[in-house]
């Protein structure tokens, strides 16, 4: 019998009607003699419902993460007890298991943890007993027997995680579109459905913003190559399963002829990021050290870094961090950096966006970069910030351009629907 997991994000199991078409969709995979572990999110909205809970009594998430992820992981305990009875109902044994239970073991990372193993063994049991075996997205448990979560977005992870442990033939993650599109539907209703995309490309795609897939998924998905497919789960649940299997988009390892013509995949954009300017900075080695060394070593991430050298011997620096960061990078700035490497000043702007172009095809085409630089200008939009690397351009630019920049890239890279 094939193994396949399959992922049911938070709209997929939104409503019980929506359980009910799950199931239904499940017992047709089961009537084709596929085994299946099925790994559930929440119910839309409520992670969020729970976060609200938690923040009505602290906002102290650092001090109490502990007991946060006690508190959100229990959410996609309910979807999976729900679906593993409407399983049951339709006459498909099922029985499902919260991340704990299996044990899907983590660091101690509450929040963000990281997968470190799996036990199969209780899931092989039941799964030898030709039960569905329902499990909890999200979330594990570490060395003490906490339970840990991994992350918004993070029953992906669970999912692919879940594939490579069990050697699984395919992961297919259900959700609310039909595929990866060349950027998010939402934004631009023209953007089109990729039949295949790498994972080198999804991984960029994912890490500059597009929140279809979180990036610690694709991380796995490559590392132990989890044949991968994103596929709808709103479509009619009897859907032929020969057509289901290939529809959406898969997330291959090769790069295949067609896909080398693309010089564009996609575009991504992010609005989580804010900038950090230190003007007046003396231009001398190793001020670069002195300024992200105290950022680094309060645990916060920076990503995109612009310094500028100017006649009198002085630089402005400017870095993004986070926006959830901006607060505690600015009292580091300001406490620990300014007077120790006599700055003029500092400001930060928390009103930017990164957009970002991605594609394996600029590899062999040049000019993909001053091309989006010309259309940004037709726009009007300044550019605050560049980074590049062999398969990505991404620019910061004020938020009120985003959807501007996203649309005229989108049309001008020949990405909508022909
Ligand atoms: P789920 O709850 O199933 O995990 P998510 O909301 O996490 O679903 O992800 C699906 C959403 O991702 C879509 O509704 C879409 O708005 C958004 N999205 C962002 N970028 C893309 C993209 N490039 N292609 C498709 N969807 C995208
Ligand atoms: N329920 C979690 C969230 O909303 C995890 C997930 O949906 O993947 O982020
Ligand atoms: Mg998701």
């Not at 996609?76 to 009875?85: D, K, N, P, R």
């Not at 259900?174 to 039949?195: H, K, M, Q, W």
């Not at 986070?322 to 702007?349: C, F, G, Q, W, Y």
Request: proline share 2%; aromatic share 4%; glycine share 8%.
């Amino acid at each position: 019998m094939k193994l396949v997991i399959q992922k049911y994000g938070g709209t997929s199991v939104g409503s019980i009607e929506r359980i009910l078409s799950v199931a239904q969709r499940i017992k047709k995979w089961r009537s084709n003699n596929y085994a299946l572990v099925v790994v559930t999110s929440a119910m839309s909205g409520e992670t969020n419902k729970l976060l609200g809970l938690i923040s009505g009594i602290s906002k102290n998430n650092n001090k109490w993460s502990r007991e946060i992820d006690q508190v959100v992981s229990s959410g996609e305990q309910v979807a999976a007890g729900l679906l593993a009875v409407a399983l049951n109902e339709i006459g498909v044994p099922s029985v499902s298991f919260t991340g704990w239970q299996v044990a899907i073991k983590t660091n101690s990372a509450h929040s963000k943890a990281r997968i470190n193993s799996i036990d199969t063994e209780m899931i092989m049991t039941e799964i030898n007993n030709n039960k569905v075996v329902v499990v909890t997205g999200f979330q594990g448990v570490n060395n003490c027997g906490s339970i840990t979560t991994l992350g918004r977005g993070g029953s992906d992870t669970s999912a692919v995680a879940l594939a490579a442990a069990l050697n699984a033939q395919e992961c297919l993650i259900f959700t609310d579109v039909d595929g990866v599109y060349t950027t998010d539907p939402r934004i631009v209703p023209e953007a089109n459905r990729l039949a295949k995309i790498t994972f080198e490309e999804m991984l960029e795609m994912a890490s500059l913003g597009s929140k279809i897939l979180q990036i610690r998924s694709v991380e796995f998905a490559g590392k132990f190559k989890v044949r991968t497919r994103v596929l709808s789960s709103l479509t009619n649940y009897d859907i032929p399963i020969e057509k289901e299997s290939i529809s959406g988009t898969l997330i291959t390892h090769e790069e295949d002829k067609k896909m080398e013509n693309a010089v564009i995949s996609g575009i991504a954009f992010n609005r989580d990021e804010a900038k950090i300017t230190i003007t007046g900075v003396p231009d001398t080695p190793g001020v670069a050290f002195r300024i992200l060394g105290p950022i680094a070593k309060a645990n916060i991430d920076v990503d995109m870094i612009i310094q500028n050298s100017s006649n009198d011997g002085s630089t402005d620096f400017s870095f993004t961090v986070n926006r959830v960061d901006l607060d505690e990078a600015t009292r580091v700035i300001e406490t620990k950096v300014k007077s120790e490497i006599n700055a003029l000043d500092i400001s930060s702007d928390n009103q930017i966006c990164k957009v970002s172009v991605v594609g394996i095809g600029m590899r062999s085409h040049v000019g993909v970069a001053s091309q989006m630089f010309e259309v940004l200008s037709n726009e009007g939009i300044n550019i605050k910030m560049i980074s590049t690397s062999e398969i990505k351009i991404s620019v910061v630019i004020d938020d009120k351009y985003m959807e501007l920049a996203v649309r005229s890239l989108h049309d001008a890279f020949g990405l909508e629907k022909k």
